[in-house]
């Protein structure tokens, strides 16, 4: 019989390099150096996509980031970040400080066996949509189209007739588009639908929802559905706290369907003359955030900077758009004073070359000021929870809808039997809400309890000296007028609401 001689390798061969030069990846937290924030200082093996998972999951911890240092150029990432919790203070917690160092190094190798995994399954994938996490038994349906008033109500109501529970949805609208995530069961079995011919006739049904206006040109409608997560959607985890990789799900969406393209200020049908005449009007009070684009000509780098107000989750709206654009971020810095925030990013596309053509710079802007801006939503913020059952968002939302309330953005959630609801709204005819109109509200939506923010009189900074609100004089408020054409407007508009589309 032949002798076979097969080469000895050392089991502890792959920690090699780690037993040398330390691990992959170290993390530090530093409480001592500044006095009002706390350092998190990351140095690790350099690899594309690191600083997005780690901005990810300072953002999930719902920490502030005032500021922060990137470089990673050549093989190794070295990124420091000044961050407080949610209350502007310190992180002292000890849970906390753990939990981030071990989130932290957990990503890290998680990533790199997943990348390893799908470089051997799938050589040529080059898809954007973030990695795989369980959310539990349900069936994802993903919706992306032409916004108009109403709309949310109509999709509600149409998941009702179809006998769907929607257990959770979130949505963004921004210049006139629309990005929805809605996680739905069957209303009897309480099991995800996997029936092919019924998720069919569900996408069908929806998409002639979203496609119902008589303004074609600029309708660009897609629904999808994916079961069980098993397609590489990633959901969030139903803590109270979007799951960051949910948001950067709708940042793509929005993205798809060219949001950052400013919708075409013409007279238009009624059923998108509200929210076109509301962007048109106030184009120039929402424009806050400047983006520029220089070349450092000696390092081969596109420098991208970028001025904005300052709020929460600010750093990961621009860089999940940039990495999801392609682009490489090699050294970066961030400051903030609590009202403004700077961004300075040293980039490259992913293919080595810099920024070089006006047309790539311009929709380089484009799709940055779309980032930060489609998040923030100027209305009121109505907060509602209710015994969860089959058709109570179609019921809250034709609520809303017949009172002339728009919804701008929206957040649904199950916890158990409980449904919790934030829906920002707007009046439909770009007016400002009158509070008590919207008591009036609240009392022909009871047992549902309903509380209400006013985000249009709030802005929210993350400065260290923050004075409580009641501490702040608020000026006195004065009695809206609406001039013969609001008032013309807004009884079209509310008109327009009461058609039905043909089939």
């Known amino acids: 019989m032949q002798k076979v001689c097969w080469p000895y390798f050392d089991p502890d061969f792959d920690n090699l390099g780690e037993r040398i030069y330390g691990p992959p990846c170290r993390v530090y937290i530093d409480n001592d150096s500044i006095q009002d924030c706390t350092v998190v200082k990351v140095n690790s093996e350099n690899k594309q996509g690191l600083l997005l998972e780690v901005v990810q999951i300072l953002t999930d911890m719902n920490l502030i980031i005032i500021k922060s240092y990137i470089s990673s150029d050549g093989g190794w990432f070295m990124d420091v970040f000044h961050v407080k919790d949610e209350h502007g203070n310190k992180l002292t917690d000890t849970s906390v400080i753990n939990h981030i160092i071990h989130a932290i190094g957990t990503s890290r190798r998680e990533s790199d066996f997943i990348k390893a995994s799908e470089a051997i399954n799938n050589p040529n994938n080059n898809a954007l949509e973030p990695p795989l996490n369980d959310h539990g038994e349900h069936t994802a349906i993903e919706m992306t189209g032409t916004d108009r008033p109403g709309l949310f109500s109509e999709i509600f109501a149409a998941f009702a007739d179809l006998h769907c529970n929607v257990l959770e949805a979130h949505a963004w609208s921004h210049n006139a588009r629309l990005a929805c995530i809605a996680y739905v069961a069957d209303d009897n079995t309480h099991a995800p639908i996997d029936d092919p011919s ?9 998409s002639t929802v979203i496609r119902a206006t008589a303004d074609p040109a600029t309708n660009s409608t897609h629904v999808g559905h994916k079961e069980n997560e098993t397609d590489g959607f990633l959901a969030g985890q139903g803590k109270g706290c979007m799951n960051s990789n949910v948001e950067r799900r709708l940042h793509q969406l929005m993205l798809s369907v060219r949001d950052f393209d400013e919708p075409f200020c013409e007279p238009s049908p009624l059923s998108l003359f509200s929210s076109k005449l509301e962007y048109c009007d106030q184009k120039e009070i929402k424009k806050t955030t400047t983006v520029s684009i220089g070349n450092c000509e000696d390092r081969g780098y596109s420098i991208v900077t970028v001025t904005s107000k300052d709020r929460r989750r600010l750093m990961f709206d621009t860089i999940c758009t940039l990495v999801d654009m392609q682009y490489v971020i090699f050294h970066a810095a961030l400051r903030s004073d609590g009202a403004d925030a700077f961004q300075e990013y040293f980039i490259r596309h992913i293919d080595g070359r810099a920024l070089n053509t006006e047309g790539e710079k311009e929709r380089v802007i484009k799709c940055l000021e779309a980032a930060i801006e489609r998040r923030v939503c100027e209305g009121v913020k109505l907060e509602l929870c209710a015994e969860n059952r089959v058709g109570l968002l179609s019921d809250i939302t034709r609520v809303l809808r017949e009172n002339g309330l728009t919804v701008v953005r929206a957040d649904v959630e199950t916890h158990g039997q409980k449904s919790l609801n934030a829906f920002y709204v707007r009046d439909i ?75």
């Open 198 to 206: 019924r998720l069919a006739s569900i996408e069908d049904h929806i």
């Open 429 to 503: 005819s770009g007016n400002k809400i009158d509070m008590e109109f919207v008591e009036s509200v609240k009392k022909e939506m009871r047992p549902i309890h309903l509380e209400v923010k006013n985000e249009e009189t709030r802005t929210e900074t993350v400065g260290p000296d923050e004075p409580p609100a009641s501490a702040v004089p608020q000026p006195q408020p004065q009695p809206h007028r609406l001039s013969l054409g609001d008032i013309l407007r807004s009884q079209m508009d509310r008109l327009s609401l009461n058609f039905v589309p043909t089939k």
